[in-house]
């Protein structure tokens, strides 16, 4: 049971370039998120889907599209990198679907990305 | 718009000592309030959380306390040790039709032995 898996652990990008952030659980569970990480202000939420097949936006979405390709995976894309994406990007799940935002969310060991 | 304010930013104490790390949220609706730590290097893991029908929750060495009224909640750490020595971060998390959580910025604990 590997729980949240992501893929790369590390990317340069230039800026301009594009690149699918892979994310997948084993936990059966129904709702992934997307987050970044920037020093000094904690995590904001990306995108989230709350069930397989629907996805929907969070705080900071722009430059971002995301896709819930089945119930064990949710890739984040950008389309073309800027600078102000560098950060550190982590993937999370929970079990519910409708307690979403009201339980403990299981994070994975995060991308990080620098764009150059 | 909706935010969550932590304090302090960096915290240092003594091994044995307490730590208090403080929160407060704008959303009056919040309802769910986890606390995670997040060791240097590794993801952020879940070690306590409370919703708002109760205003403290104990689990060995951590507590968190809730007022609803003054919107702030806080998390107490007792007889610190270096294994403690982490960044933690507060969040508030709301649902209303969709979702919503919102997370602090986080605070530095250094647990000196």
């Known amino acids: 049971n590997a729980g949240v898996t992501q893929t790369p652990k590390f990317q340069v990008l230039k800026t301009g370039q594009s690149m699918t952030l892979q994310c997948a659980q084993d936990?059966?569970?129904?709702?992934m998120y997307w987050y970044r990480q920037d020093p000094g202000m904690g995590l904001r939420l990306i995108y989230y889907?709350?069930?397989?097949?629907?996805?929907d936006k969070g705080e900071v979405p722009n430059g971002y599209n995301v896709s819930r390709l089945n119930k064990r995976e949710f890739s984040l894309r950008l389309e073309s990198a800027a600078p102000s994406q560098t950060s550190v990007y982590f993937c999370?799940?929970?079990?519910?679907?409708?307690?979403?935002?009201?339980?403990?969310?299981?994070f994975g060991p995060g991308t990080r990305l620098l764009v150059l | 718009g909706e935010n969550v304010e932590q304090h302090p930013s960096t915290l240092s104490v003594q091994e044995g000592d307490s730590a208090v790390i403080k929160c407060t949220y704008s959303?009056?609706?919040?309802?769910?309030f986890p606390w995670y730590k997040q060791e240097l290097g590794k993801r952020p893991q879940l070690i306590i959380d409370?919703?708002?029908?109760?205003g403290e929750k104990k689990d060995q060495r951590i507590a968190v306390t809730l007022n609803k009224t003054a919107k702030h909640f806080s998390l107490h750490i007792t007889e610190t040790q270096p294994e403690d020595s982490a960044v933690y971060f507060c969040?508030?998390?709301?649902?209303?039709?969709?979702?919503?959580?919102?997370f602090g910025a986080g605070t530095r604990l250094f647990v000196k032995a």
């Open positions: 999370a799940s929970t079990k519910g679907q409708a307690t979403i935002g009201q339980e403990t969310q299981y």
């Open positions: 936990m059966n569970h129904n709702s």
């Open positions: 889907s709350a069930s397989e097949g629907t996805t």
């Open positions: 959303d009056s609706a919040s309802n769910y």
């Open positions: 409370i919703r708002s029908n109760v």
């Open positions: 969040a508030a998390s709301i649902r209303t039709g969709g979702f919503k959580t919102i």
